[in-house]
């Protein structure tokens, strides 16, 4: 069964304005590049809007009108870092409804994996507010529908953006259905995400982060994931896993501060796929967040394409000592929710 990539031009008339790092130009180049070079097992379709309902289950009645009434207006700034153009709220609209079209299809069975190739991108934003390029939760709107109308008691929800997935955290701070892991930059924008953030009431325990200092690579991202994630997964035993999938950890990104190469994504996208691969079969869907730099963009993709469509890849080398502290520190504060971490 083949990967679905769920991508479409209308993704590039969100334009929030001269000069900013989430433009138009970054799926320009992805596309570029799987034309140049299409990938064997993965097949396109055009993603669907998302409803109000859907959209509801994360947000408020009043984000969904003050994000509507920018619709047709030439600008609009909904904070110092996010901005709208005549076409935002129907491009949003679309890139939450494709997050939500991915977890439907794999869900199905319709699809061995899918790929919502979507901007703008969706973690930042809260129930209430816009935020870091930021307009509609995609991936939480999406993890929300699977829980409430796919039948789905387990999600796993991972982020390994250079950015603390902020609204997605929140969106499921208090809930077990969802268990949320981020891997990012710490300190760093949105200022959230640090080790003792581990949910509250019903959902201790269900927020894992993994807050990096920056210059981190491929061994230390996937030494983490490894260590501290995959005891986690393996005791959840999720039946879907959605992915926020950012590449502004790419050594070259203009706002990461990472060191993460090509092969680092296709060792960490197969990590992510073995574990459906084990717990859940094909129903793995990503939905595209950061990544600023086109090379490292196009890289990023693809080698999350071909992870998802099969192909195996690995990783040698060592950890740094700063990781290894902080798997020692995540593991640590996690081991009271998580048998598999005591010891």
Known sequence: MDTLLLSDERFLLHDPGPGHPENPERL???????????????????????????LRRVHTQEHLLRIAATAGRGSAILDPDTATSADSYEVALLAAGAAVQGAEEVVAGRAAGAFALVRPPGHHAEADAAMGFCLFNNVAVAAAHAAAELGCRRVLVLDPDVHHGNGTQRSFYERRDVLFVSSHRFPFYPGTGWFDETGAGAGLGYSV???????????????????????????HQPDLILVSAGFDTWQHDPLGGMRMTERGYAA??????????????????????????????????????????????ELEGAPCAEALEIARRARVGLAPFWKSLRG
């Open 209 to 235: 982060n993994l807050p990096m200092p920056p210059r981190l690579g491929d061994a230390d991202f996937l030494h983490l994931y490894r260590e501290v994630v995959g005891p986690v997964v393996e005791e």
């Open 28 to 54: 320009r180049a992805v596309h570029a590049d799987l034309r140049r070079r299409p990938l064997a097992g993965v097949r396109s379709a055009q993603p669907r809007r998302a409803s109000a309902p859907e």
């Open 268 to 313: 960490m996208f197969s990590l992510f796929r073995s574990w459906a691969d084990r717990f859940c079969p094909g129903r793995i869907a990503c939905a595209l967040e950061g990544g600023y730099d086109p090379a490292g963009l196009s890289a990023g993709v693809r080698a999350a394409l071909e992870a998802l469509a099969g192909r195996n890849a």
